[in-house]
């Protein structure tokens, strides 16, 4: 069954320092989609960067990217040089490409501190 | 501007009463979804629907229903069989097999 999984329900980082949020995944399609979105406190969904079940190369956008590891279904994501206004919630989330079902991992509360 | 809309932005109602949730779209995308969330949880899927006339059931569909007459509208109906309606509700579309979805601002539902 599709299940996403993201274990760290907070997470503390200095400014400029890098931070790594987990996210793993179970799927039997073997074409989907992955996605991290930020959350801050005003509730909005902000979509941050995505990788495809078939893509060779991990993705980037700006200070994100995501170290995808196809073998141990997990999909990282990493933001370098932590800003304080990187502070939110962070969600992982997985389609299914054969059904377009998108589901959602629980969570990781991210604190950027001076 | 293109976009996805909710609204209203918040909800009171009491209870026993059904209420319907609105979300258009005018990015003429295929696929829409409808989460709930509750205070610091995740999001989880209701419904979603990839064509006109066609939706599933997500995780927690009980007490909730949806209806996909036109392609730009996926509107919910909060029934009274919900037992804890009180929520952040967030619609989201995207195209078929596209690398993002896009959101609404979100519906907060309370019901006293």
């Known amino acids: 069954a599709q299940k996403i999984t993201q274990t760290q329900p907070g997470m503390f980082v200095q400014e400029k320092e890098a931070v790594t949020l987990d996210c793993t995944y179970d799927?039997?399609?073997?074409?989907?989609?992955l996605f991290w979105y930020k959350q801050p406190s005003s509730g909005e969904m902000i979509f941050l960067i995505y990788?495809?079940?078939?893509?060779?190369q991990n993705a980037t956008e700006g200070r994100y990217s995501l170290n995808f590891q196809k073998a141990r279904k997990s999909a990282n994501l990493v933001i370098s040089a932590s800003q304080l206004g990187d502070s939110a919630m962070y969600f992982c989330?997985?389609?299914?490409?054969?059904?377009?079902?998108?589901?959602f991992g629980t969570g990781t509360r991210l604190q950027v501190f001076p | 501007d293109g976009g996805i809309t909710q609204s209203p932005k918040y909800l009171f109602r009491k209870e026993g009463q059904n209420v319907t949730l609105s979300c258009e779209q005018n990015?003429?995308?295929?696929?829409m979804y409808w989460y709930r969330q509750d205070p610091g949880q995740g999001l989880r899927l209701i419904y979603y629907?990839?064509?006109?006339?066609?939706?599933q059931k997500g995780d927690i569909a009980e007490g909730y229903s949806v209806s996909r007459e036109k392609k730009e509208s996926f509107p919910l109906t909060v029934t009274s069989a919900q037992k804890n309606p009180t929520a952040f509700y967030l619609c989201?579309?995207?195209?078929?097999?596209?690398?993002?979805?896009?959101f609404g601002q979100g519906t907060r539902l309370t019901v006293v």
């Open positions: 989201a579309s995207s195209l078929t097999g596209s690398t993002e979805a896009f």
């Open positions: 799927t039997s399609d073997p074409s989907y989609g």
């Open positions: 990788q495809g079940s078939y893509d060779q």
């Open positions: 989330a997985m389609r299914e490409d054969n059904t377009d079902k998108l589901i």
């Open positions: 990015l003429n995308h295929d696929a």
């Open positions: 629907s990839q064509i006109v006339n066609d939706f």
